[in-house]
């Protein structure tokens, strides 16, 4: 297995370097607005997104516009970020495209700064500033990449990167609550009503995932179950793709065939079933996760 994904990783690189050099040369540099790209090495579940919102919310709390650019696959991350951001939307726009360099072109001078998440592999952008959020892992050799490494690129590919997060020391992701969908799908504001209580009618806990880490994502819902009271313990774990389009079709049997436990999803995940606009009624025991970000 470990030559055959090492094989595999050789094969990636070289389509990585070839399409680098045919059709990701560096571009222009923006002239009217800051761009800040916020990227990693990892394949997914870096974190990327939560990052480039804290960062939104900070640039719109200072007073000055941002557009928040995501990748055209990632509907559920631009209702994510949406939902999170509600608070200044006034100054913040969420764009999701195909080209993320042809769009921050485009937009250059109509906001104050354009943070474009997880743009760290288009070379073609000119960021004023590029944050790498740092796993502390391998990265330097061909197989640190994947499929027989956790790595999409390598450190030498990124030598302009401006300032680095140490994961789980300059930023902490951690489960902040855990609340029932119908109270969550009522927006940010809802959320400051605690609905973890909820939890201590059903027999055990499920936990279904469809984000690029879903170990880390069960740690964190692990520690936040247990600092509550009387809540019951996990007892199977579903791991989904990520910008899963048929999370929504999957849960419904799912959840009424589990209808003694209670079944917690990310954030994310939940934007999947508000996206597929299907009614609600037989995911009575379905929890949201509730994810809070710290930037030190």
């Not at 995501?70 to 559920?76: L, R, S, Y």
């Not at 640190?144 to 999409?152: A, F, I, T, V």
């Not at 774990?237 to 589990?258: G, I, K, L, Q, W």
Request: aromatic share 8%.
């Amino acid at each position: 297995m470990f030559f055959s994904d090492y094989f595999s990783a050789i094969t990636y690189r070289f389509g990585y370097e070839l399409h680098r050099m045919l059709f990701l040369r560096p571009g222009k540099r923006l002239q009217k607005s800051k761009l800040i790209v916020v990227g990693s090495f990892r394949v997914g579940g870096a974190g990327k997104t939560p990052v480039a919102m804290e960062l939104a919310k900070k640039f719109a709390l200072e007073g000055k516009s941002v557009a928040v650019l995501v990748h055209a696959v990632a509907a559920d991350e631009e209702l994510l970020l949406q939902r999170k951001l509600a608070s200044v939307a006034d100054l913040v726009k969420v764009i999701r495209t195909k080209n993320r360099y042809k769009t921050s072109l485009e937009i250059d001078g109509t906001v104050d700064v354009i943070v474009c998440d997880d743009g760290f592999e288009d070379s073609r952008m000119q960021p004023d500033e590029t944050i790498l959020l740092d796993w502390n892992e391998p990265c330097e050799l061909i197989h640190d990449l994947w499929p027989s490494g956790n790595c999409r690129s390598l450190r030498r590919d990124h030598p302009n990167i401006t300032k680095t997060l140490q994961c789980e020391k300059d930023v902490l992701f951690s489960v902040e609550k855990i609340v029932p969908l119908e109270l969550w799908k009522n927006g940010e504001s809802a959320l400051d009503k605690n609905g973890s209580s909820c939890l201590s009618s059903f027999a055990s806990c499920l936990v279904v995932c469809g984000l690029g880490d879903p170990e880390r994502f069960e740690l964190d819902v692990e520690t936040c179950l247990k600092q509550m009271d009387k809540c019951p313990e996990i007892a199977d774990f579903v791991v989904r793709p990520d910008h899963d389009n048929a999370f929504a079709s999957f849960m419904e049997p799912f959840c009424t065939e589990n209808s003694e436990s209670a079944v917690i999803i990310s954030e994310k995940d939940a934007c999947r079933l508000l996206l597929a606009e299907k009614p609600l009624d037989a995911l009575k025991n379905v929890f949201v996760a509730v994810q809070k970000v710290e930037i030190h």
